[in-house]
């Protein structure tokens, strides 16, 4: 059974607070890395989506690294915004054009202003 | 931007009533999928659909959930008998056709089964 794990599970940070959280996934028949954000009342938003090994990704304060043979990718947001405060899920990539994807269950993110 | 649109956004409805839970994928995309939260745990696939046919599901879908895309544009989840452990969140997404293009979800229907 497939399993991607995310850690920690919920965060609490003040607003300016930079703050990493991780996602592991199989290091095996790896295809690609899906980063989402979740904000309360909407639907995921895609964030990134990583395919090689040391790809590294930025979108404004949050940026994203990968690391396959390992099996890890860390998301980082540099000077957390309240605006920030969301769950934010990773998702494993089964391959093909019709592959699903496996969710884990998301780092939910606090920021206090 | 276009969007993915789900309705309705909350279904009430009672054990062993069929429910029929729609979503309007993006006009260009190729590959749907079905997944659902149930509260406080992990967001769980479905169903993914694609030349419509059922391209893979997983355990949860069984004889219970069917999906159409009757016309075109419209693609539904129906559950046929509900159960009080289909209270959930359904999420509908869609995926444009290059092997990494992200899911694009919708907002999500509630369902609450009594």
Known sequence: ILNVEQS???????EGDSTNFTCSFPSSNFYALHWYRWET????E????????????????????????????????????????????????????????IFGKGTKLSVKP | EPEV?????????????????RCVPISNHLYFY????????????????YNNEI???????DDQF??????????TLKIRSTKLEDSAMYFCASRAGTPNSPLHFGNGTRLTVT
Not at chain 1, 8 to 14: A, E, G, M, T
Request: hydrophobic share 30%; proline share 4%.
């Open chain 1, 8 to 14: 920690p599970q919920s965060l609490h940070v003040q």
């Open chain 1, 41 to 44: 009342a909407k639907s995921p």
């Open chain 1, 46 to 101: 895609a964030l990134f989506v990583m395919t090689l090994n040391g790809d590294e990704k930025k979108k404004g304060r949050i940026s994203a690294t990968l690391n396959t043979k390992e099996g890890y990718s860390y998301l980082y947001i540099k000077g957390s915004q309240p605006e920030d405060s969301a769950t934010y899920l990773c998702a494993f990539f089964l391959g093909g054009s019709q592959g699903n994807l």
């Open chain 2, 5 to 21: 649109t789900q309705t309705p956004s909350h279904q009430v409805t009672q054990m062993g009533q069929e429910v029929i839970l």
């Open chain 2, 34 to 49: 079905w997944y659902r939260q149930i509260l406080g745990q992990k967001v769980e696939f479905l169903v993914s659909f």
């Open chain 2, 55 to 61: 391209s893979e599901k997983s355990e949860i879908f």
């Open chain 2, 66 to 75: 069917s999906v159409e895309r009757p016309d075109g544009s419209n693609f």
